[in-house]
């Protein structure tokens, strides 16, 4: 069985290394897109590349991110171009982990008509946290209460997407499939798998993540209302110029991603939500030591990503200019097109109009034809009539003529038959007289 990753990443410099190694203890392959990343990520993607490890790295320039449309064309590629049979969607801060088996042992019982979905496990980075370890898993322990995740992600078989033509939804939460299918697929939720995980690591990465990813967000074709809430309150307080402490770091990963607004107001008070320390299992790992340093520098990232939105701003001005110039000639090409169709359309209203009186005339004309062929055919009627009824009394005629010749005829035979006897009665007479 192949299992492949599919991942989206921006500005993941302190997390990548952390992502691949421990994954690469799990998968067969790791396809990552990187949506213009501006700090060390790329680097360290390319050192990896350089040990051999079976990742794929792409380069995505479009950072106007569509998260349905590029994980789901990730999800083509992986089953595609690279025969996977399994395909685990995950962001770079989500690790596959159990508390009693290898991960893996549990994604290859996968059935092939199902699909897996499995809650996350969220990890608060606290004060005390050593920084010094560089492998995010080890480092970071403390967990948030369980209760509280609402959140899953799935991991989908090639069997599901040729025979239902699933897709990703947005965030792979969940898959997008029509209605016909839905109690032919079987999901299972309750694997003993988890994902752990760690969208905050540390104050410079929580203030990157803020700056750069909050506005790009915002900046989303597709953005559901209330999204990224738990942005607001940090980026408020970088842009009124106030420290950021990694109190407000713990307090934002407590809630993050949580619906605040919605169903969980009891947890908008982070003091209710409870840490456990709780570290993910590395009894199956091997090969995690981290090697490739990196710099976090949040200000640079989030100059890099204005640089890129002025420059687009610009490109979005010159396509502005360019269609209203296009539009105007296309008004004045209509408008001559119009003219011309104006025009005909004249030309023709005249030889239609003329064309009606023709065929006025020839109605008329028609329709005369026709009366003088009607009063011609009612006097054909009337001739035929007297001709059937001189017929009829020709026909009575020779009936009668046919019966006096048949009673003469008769009367003759009668006169012939006297006549023989009379003559008979004459020449006996003579024979008597004779004797």
């Known amino acids: ?27 067969d392959l790791m396809i990552i897109l990187d949506n213009g990343s501006t700090d060390d990520t790329l680097n360290i993607l390319s050192q990896l590349e350089k040990e051999d490890l079976p990742i794929v790295v792409l380069n995505d320039e479009d950072r106007y991110f569509e998260p349905f449309i590029k994980y789901n064309y990730l999800l083509d ?62 480092r970071i322990t403390n967990v948030r209460d369980e209760n509280v995740e609402t959140d899953y992600k799935v991991i989908i078989t090639r069997d599901l997407v040729d025979r239902f033509n699933i897709k990703l939804s947005i965030g792979n939460h969940d898959i997008d499939m029509d209605n016909e299918f839905k109690n032919k697929i079987t999901c299972f939720d309750d694997t003993g798998l988890r994902l752990a995980h760690f969208p905050l690591r540390s104050i410079n990465q929580t203030v990157s993540k803020v700056l750069v990813g909050y506005p790009n967000t915002l900046s989303r074709k597709t953005v559901a209302k209330g999204t990224s809430f738990h942005y607001t309150v940090l980026f408020d307080k970088i842009k009124n110029d106030i420290d950021i402490s990694m109190d407000d770091v713990t307090v934002f990963a407590k809630q993050y991603s949580l619906d605040l607004e919605g169903n969980q107001q009891e947890y908008k008070n982070e003091k209710l939500i409870g840490l456990e320390n709780h570290p993910v299992n590395l009894d199956y790992m091997k090969n995690i030591e981290m090697k490739y340093p990196f710099e976090e520098n949040p200000l640079e990232n989030l100059l890099n990503n204005y640089i890129y939105f002025a420059k687009e701003i610009n490109v979005f001005r010159n396509d502005v200019e360019n269609y209203e110039r296009e539009i105007e000639f296309l008004k004045d090409d209509y408008g001559k097109r119009l003219e011309g169709i104006v025009q005909k359309g004249e030309f023709h209203s005249k030889k239609l109009a003329e064309n009606n009186i023709r065929l006025k005339e020839d109605n008329s004309r028609l329709d005369e034809t026709i009366t003088q062929l009607t009063l011609e055919n009612e006097d054909l009627i009337k001739r035929n009539s007297i001709l059937t009824k001189s017929k009829k009394a020709l026909n009575d005629d020779l009936e009668v003529a046919a019966s006096d010749l048949e009673r003469l005829k008769i009367e003759n035979e009668e006169l012939s038959a006297k006549l023989e006897n009379k003559s008979l009665k004459n020449y006996l007479k003579r024979l008597l007289r004779n004797q």
């Open 77 to 138: 590629m992986a089953l595609n171009e690279h025969g996977a049979d399994v395909v685990c969607p995950l962001d770079c801060d989500e690790f596959i982990t159990s508390d009693t088996a290898h991960p893996r042992t549990i994604i290859e019982e996968i059935p092939e008509d199902s699909f897996y979905k499995v809650k996350w496990r969220t990890y608060v980075p606290v004060n005390g946290d050593d920084e010094a370890v560089r492998f995010i898993p080890s």
């Open 1 to 27: 069985m192949k299992i492949v990753s599919i991942t989206t990443i921006k500005n993941e410099a302190d997390i990548i290394e952390s992502f691949v190694r421990y994954h690469l203890n799990i998968v």
